[in-house]
């Protein structure tokens, strides 16, 4: 999941993959602002047929909190 | 009336180890700041290409560095020009051309013939900052001119906003005298720093003898909140899609700061007299002032959203500030007329870079704003709609005719008009949609011109939604009607 997370992120960023690993905070690359937040957590939610509520994301701090997150509404 | 730079050096005076900025885990207190700038005036005036008087553009990000270079600047007698890091090659370029710098700091990526510096390599220089000379120092002019801001024009190029020392202290003033915040403040900041409103929330922080926080964006909602938390931050500032990105990321955990958080400010793009109220009950004791202005004149009215019977107008002319609305002949209209919105005050500019055919000003000094208003009998300002076509992504201004002339470019495509609709996420206020009228030959399709745009503008610019079109409205002389395309789009 970590990898399919990782491209999903890169993809919207268009940045490579290797620029990005569990530990990269969210917000962290200059590319990632809040449009492209949302393009990315759209994203996300398709791939993973999730949804996420008002305040799901809010202790989300980097990738791999994010990922335990997608992994509990899985 | 004294610069931000003198401000800044009388703050040291008075609390020299009292800490002026944060960013992560690194800190500049009062005394460091002003000894840190002064390093950065020397880095410049040893540059080979240094004359006073110049240019040079720096990247905009939110690190200390920053900073100093950009007060540094004008210490030098440098006009600093701060540039968005994320900034189109395109764009960097028209900004480039249009005021041929003397060196470009930061923007590694950018193909650029002007001397270019890594800020990696100037960081050098504020590592042995530890002299504790306060001493003044020589001062710009008050007239001479600071920054050049760049904004969205009517056509799409930028356009060369140039700000007098006056213009920002008078603009501190304004804004501290209406807020009423104190040097006992602690501000969290996450606008982006390149801009008027987030720069403009740095000087006032800092002539205020503030300490101010940067945090890089609104996107990371747990740093965002821990640090407000932790700092024990009383001042914060967003624009009201920042705002709708908290609520629809977090709820309305913000507001449980409402006891901590003195004051807010929001900047200036739609928000609906619901959110406003909405915000004001969620913070019943924070001041929440709104504003109203331009690059050109920045903060020129404001309104409290506690003035709760006043919600659907953008309040009243800031501190030292007229506003006033004329007819398109230049003649002052009476209260409840519409007409242009015009602005004087010393935070107002006198002109606009490398432009002189434009009547900027009625009666000498009454700023044209392009926006279309109203003031009512108590003072109240209502805005009404814009004479330029700009679509307002986010509180970020686009020229459709920008993102048109891009599209147009791309083979297989006859006509095209970009105009702005509501944002179905609730979130941006507008997002761009573009009508295509295609070569009656061509089999392109919305996803290669998504694709073939994709490098050449910023990602707030691209169109969101697509619409094939036979013929695009336009006037006998030619002139493209987008806001009949507007009014078709709104009434489906």
């Given at each position: 999941m970590e990898q399919e997370v990782i491209k999903i992120i890169a993809n919207i960023l268009n940045v490579?993959?290797?620029?990005?690993?569990?530990?990269?905070?969210?917000?962290?690359?200059?590319?990632?602002?809040s449009l492209h937040h949302l393009a990315i957590i759209k994203e996300i939610e398709n791939h993973f047929t999730i949804k996420f509520k008002q305040?799901?994301?809010?202790?989300?701090?980097?990738i791999s909190e994010l990922i335990s997150l997608i992994q509990d509404m899985k | 009336m004294q610069s931000i730079e003198q401000q800044i050096w009388k703050q040291a005076k008075l609390h020299?180890?009292?800490?002026a900025v944060k960013c992560g885990k690194n800190y500049t207190t009062y005394r460091h700041l002003t000894v840190c700038i002064k390093q950065a005036s020397m880095f410049f005036r040893n540059?080979?290409?240094?004359?006073?008087?110049r240019s040079v553009i720096i990247a905009?990000?939110?690190?200390l560095e920053f900073l100093y270079l950009y007060f540094g600047a004008h210490l030098a007698g440098l006009v600093a020009v701060p540039v968005?890091?994320?900034?189109?090659p395109i764009r960097f370029q028209q900004i480039a051309s249009e005021i041929n710098p003397m060196c470009v700091i930061g923007f590694e990526n950018q193909d650029t013939t002007y001397p270019k510096y890594r800020l990696q390599e100037i960081n050098?220089?504020?590592?042995?900052?530890?002299?504790?000379d306060i001493s003044d120092y020589i001062f710009p002019l008050?007239?001479?001119?600071?920054d050049i801001l760049f904004t969205t024009g009517t056509t799409g190029k930028p356009k060369g906003v140039p700000l007098t020392y006056k213009n920002e202290a008078a603009a501190v003033r304004n804004i501290n005298s209406f807020?009423?915040?104190?040097?006992n403040d602690i501000e969290v900041l996450a606008l982006p720093i390149s801009h008027s409103f987030g720069l403009g929330r740095v000087r006032c922080c800092l002539a205020n003898g503030q300490t101010i926080i940067l945090i890089?964006?609104?996107?990371?909602t747990k740093k965002l909140f821990r640090t407000i938390e932790e700092e024990n931050a009383t001042g914060f500032s967003m624009v009201p899609s920042s705002w709708r990105f908290l609520k629809k990321m977090?709820?309305?955990?913000?507001?449980?700061?409402s006891g901590q958080l003195r004051y807010i400010e929001m900047g200036s793009a739609y928000f609906s007299e619901e959110e406003k109220k909405s915000l004001a009950q969620l913070f019943p004791k924070t001041k929440i002032v709104m504003h109203y202005g331009l690059t050109?004149?920045?903060?020129?009215s404001f309104l409290d959203?506690?003035?709760?019977?006043?919600?659907t107008s953008v309040g009243k002319?800031?501190?030292?500030t007229d506003i006033h609305i004329f007819d398109e002949t230049g003649e002052e209209l009476p209260a409840n007329t519409e007409g242009e919105v015009c602005i004087k005050g010393?935070?107002?500019?006198?002109g606009y870079l490398?432009?002189?055919?434009?009547?900027?000003f009625y009666k000498t000094?009454?700023?044209?704003?392009?926006d279309l208003g109203f003031i009512d009998t108590e003072g109240y300002l209502y805005l009404k709609s814009r004479i330029k076509e700009l679509i307002n992504v986010g509180g970020k201004k686009v020229a459709p005719s920008e993102i048109e002339n891009i599209i147009l470019q791309?083979?297989?495509?006859k006509d095209c008009a970009c105009i702005g609709i509501p944002d179905k996420e609730g979130i941006l206020g507008e997002v761009i949609k573009a009508y295509i009228v295609k070569e009656a030959t061509s089999d392109i399709s919305f996803e290669s011109i998504q694709k073939n745009i994709e490098t050449k503008i910023e990602s707030y610019k691209r169109p969101v939604e697509y619409e094939w079109i036979n013929i695009l409205p336009r006037t006998?002389?030619?002139?493209?009607?987008r806001i009949q395309l507007k009014d078709d789009s709104n009434n489906r």
């Open positions: 490579t993959p290797d620029e990005i690993n569990s530990d990269t905070e969210i917000g962290e690359l200059p590319e990632w602002d305040g799901d994301l809010v202790d989300c701090e980097n | 020299p180890e009292k800490v540059c080979e290409q240094y004359s006073n008087g905009a990000n939110k690190q968005d890091s994320e900034t189109s050098q220089i504020f590592l042995n900052c530890d002299d504790e008050m007239d001479n001119i600071a807020i009423k915040n104190t040097s890089k964006s609104f996107v990371n977090t709820g309305l955990r913000l507001a449980d700061f050109e004149a920045s903060r020129s959203l506690h003035d709760t019977t006043h919600l002319a800031a501190p030292y010393e935070h107002v500019i006198k490398n432009v002189s055919d434009e009547q900027l000094d009454f700023f044209r704003s392009g791309i083979p297989g495509i006998s002389s030619g002139k493209l009607l």
